[in-house]
């Protein structure tokens, strides 16, 4: 099983700033089959980010990732007031995992 | 625009079966070729994937709880179902139906079910 590490834990920002988050893979992963989701309290996950890179209809363009084989990252580049929430990466190899999520609080 | 919903008892009791069902409208099972899963969210913690079933009948399933799962589609009523037997208070958490498998989209809102006495 592929495990997934997120970093940090807490990540804490003003609105305005930048924000990345880190997400690494126990062993390689395709990128093809790298996404990233945003939570909210008492919300379903939402998709942001499949392919390592593509943005799912509707994410706006602030939103992005990067990355390939073991590391990859989900990038905010100047973060909103509703963009403070949990953020998971999750992979899907011969099994899918989900990392232990960033949340992203204000400052 | 698909949309799913989850159903079933929010109360088990311990040692036994959790039974969810999840209705798709907006498109039919059949026709995407999609797999449909479940995960769940125990509260306050991550992101379990628990399985998920290709609408053909083809499955695959957390290692760590598959002696205990099984998914099931019934096309005619454009629905999928998760059965988790042998339950304890560990099993209590939001239980999501899903279409997908990378990415996951889109999601149900959830349902939390409760194992307790």
Known sequence: EIVLTQSPGTLSLSPGERATLSCRASQSVSSYYLAWYQQKPGQAPRLLIYGASSRATGIPDRFSGSGSGTDFALTISRLEPEDFAVYYCQQFGNSLTFGGGTKVEIK | ?117
């Open chain 2, 1 to 117: 625009q698909l949309q799913l919903q989850e159903s079933g008892p929010r109360l088990v009791k311990p040692s036994e079966t959790l039974s969810l069902t999840c209705t798709v409208s907006g498109g039919s099972i059949s026709k995407n070729s999609y797999y449909w899963g479940w995960i769940r969210q125990p509260p306050g913690k991550g992101l379990e994937w628990i399985g998920s079933m290709y609408y053909s009948g083809s499955t695959h399933s957390n290692p760590s709880l598959k002696s205990r799962v099984t998914i099931s589609v019934d096309t005619s009523k454009n629905q999928f179902s998760l059965k988790l037997t042998s339950v304890t208070a560990a099993d209590t958490a939001v239980y999501f139906c899903c279409q997908g498998d990378s990415p996951v989209d889109p999601w149900g809102q959830g349902t939390l079910v409760t194992v307790s006495s």
